[in-house]
Nanobody, 125 residues
């Protein structure tokens, strides 16, 4: 049973930083592509970043390029999202997700099968 657990959310002022973590379990390494998504109240869930299981393919949404960095931990069952220079527009519930195949090029929510419960990020001006 695939399980994903996010942590690291919180409240920060504009310009601040947060580091989100996603701990995963229940599957064999090399079989999943990981993604970070966010959903603000009244808005659709949107892709923020994605990373192939071996870290060789990474994508970012235009809105976060240059500010967010996705990476894998040394234990390979943890994915991080480093968020710098945060703005109030980054306020949302952030979710970690995993695909059911090794490589997914998109950040379309429907292409990801497994989801964590989410962690709230609030940025004040």
């Amino acid at each position: 049973q695939v399980q994903l657990q996010e942590s690291g959310g919180g409240s920060v002022q504009a310009g601040g930083s947060l580091r989100l973590s996603c701990a995963s379990s229940g599957y064999t390494y090399g079989t999943k592509c990981m993604g970070w998504f966010r959903q603000a109240p009244g808005k659709e869930r949107e892709g923020v970043a994605r990373i192939k299981y071996d870290g060789t393919s990474i994508s970012y949404a235009d809105s976060v390029k240059g500010r967010f960095t996705v990476s894998q931990g040394n234990t390979k069952n943890t994915v991080y999202l480093q968020m710098d220079n945060l703005t109030p527009e980054d306020t949302a519930m952030y979710y970690c997700a995993a695909s059911n195949r090794p490589f997914v090029q998109t950040m379309i929510p429907d292409d990801y099968t497994y989801w964590g419960q989410g962690t709230q990020v609030t940025v004040s001006s």
